[in-house]
Nanobody
Framework: QVQLVESGGGLVQAGGSLSLSCAASGRTFSSYAMGWFRQAPGKAREFVAAISWSGGSTTYADSVKGRFTISRDNAKNTVYLQMNSLKPEDTAVYYC?????????????????WGQGTQVTVSS
């Protein structure tokens, strides 16, 4: 497993932007596909975005497509989520996850490690 720590959450007005970071420990970080999920109070964890081990392939939930961008810097053992044009419905705790092996995964059951989460609140 890999240890993950998210940062960058906060309060932003609708239409604004935030950039989240997920720092990973472990020498094999580049072997993992990575993803971002979010969870609002009383709701199930929801897929947001994922990226392959090399960073060459990305996948996004329809709800964030065109607004969010996932990227990774394997040299820094870090994955990012750039969030633009934020909406109140984006409000949630955002979690970074490391998938098993290289394959992109969009369900939480296919992720082996999670960060502690970072709160994103979008005001209307």
């Amino acid at each position: 497993q890999v240890q993950l720590v998210e940062s960058g959450g906060g309060l932003v007005q609708a239409g604004g932007s935030l950039s989240l970071s997920c720092a990973a420990s472990g020498r094999t970080f580049s072997s993992y596909a990575m993803g971002w999920f979010r969870q609002a109070p009383g709701k199930a964890r929801e897929f947001v975005a994922a990226i392959s081990w090399s960073g060459g392939s990305t996948t996004y939930a329809d709800s964030v497509k065109g607004r969010f961008t996932i990227s990774r810097d394997n040299a820094k053992n870090t994955v990012y989520l750039q969030m633009n044009s934020l909406k109140p419905e984006d409000t949630a705790v955002y979690y970074c996850g490391a998938a098993r092996f290289h394959s992109i995964a969009i369900v939480p059951e296919n992720y082996g490690s999670w960060g502690q989460g970072t709160q994103v609140t979008v005001s209307s």
